[in-house]
T-cell receptor, first 111, second 114 residues
């Protein structure tokens, strides 16, 4: 059973437009959520996170929204830039230790 | 400062052989994590250390896999009697402590078992 799901394997958007990446989770014990960005042949890089006590966190062009009742979070990138093209992983943590990752969404931003 | 480093970057071995993968975390990070990533999937948790001790090894797939962190810094993931299904990218990450959920990843070791 996959506890963190990213149902869209890929997303393509035009430069300057909004990118919305979605993530669903099933485990109610998760209390911290993170987004990582990954370029080919590199390890994932932390992008933005949100605690379960919040419903929104913003950092520049990146905003993460959390809907606890729906067990759903999303990452908004506005405006999207070609350099944002990468694989984005959603991850969830239940306190100490490990994170559980989704399978990723490949974002392509077209110039 | 220096990030997480992993060696080797690539490893090709034959089925049945023994391999060691090394991870050097960010200085001062007390928590260290190992993940395995197969093609088209997200990182899958294997084990994490808080200091020298393995705090959670529930992700190790079987007893062919073992990891150590004897001095609380560098860690080695050891795989005995490798199988073709072990082929994957092995990622190491570190964090300030087990209560710091943000993890900093190394570039990974690409293991290919022939």
């Amino acid at each position: 059973d996959q506890q963190v799901k990213q149902n869209s394997p890929s997303l393509s958007v035009q430069e300057g437009r909004i990118s919305i990446l979605n993530c669903d989770y099933t485990n109610s014990m998760f209390d911290y959520f993170l987004w990582y960005k990954k370029y080919p042949a590199e390890g994932p890089t932390f992008l933005i996170s949100i605690s379960s006590i919040k419903d929104k966190n913003e950092d520049g062009r990146f905003t993460v929204f959390l809907n606890k009742s729906a067990k759903h979070l999303s990452l908004h990138i506005v405006p999207s830039q070609p350099g944002d093209s990468a694989v984005y992983f959603c991850a969830a943590s239940g306190g100490a230790g490990k994170s559980t990752f989704g399978d990723g969404t490949t974002l392509t931003v077209k110039p | 400062g220096a990030g997480v480093s992993q060696t080797p970057s690539n490893k090709v071995t034959e089925k049945g052989k023994y391999v060691e993968l090394r991870c050097d975390p960010i200085s001062g990070h007390t928590a260290l994590y190992w993940y395995r990533q197969s093609l088209g999937q997200g990182p899958e948790f294997l084990i994490y250390f808080q200091g020298t001790g393995a705090a959670d090894d529930s992700g190790l797939p079987n007893d062919r896999f073992f990891a150590v962190r004897p001095e609380g810094s560098v860690s080695t993931l050891k795989i005995q009697r490798t199988e073709r299904g072990d082929s994957a990218v092995y990622l190491c990450a570190s964090s300030l402590g087990q209560d710091s959920p943000t993890q900093y990843f190394g570039p990974g070791t690409r293991l290919l078992v022939l």
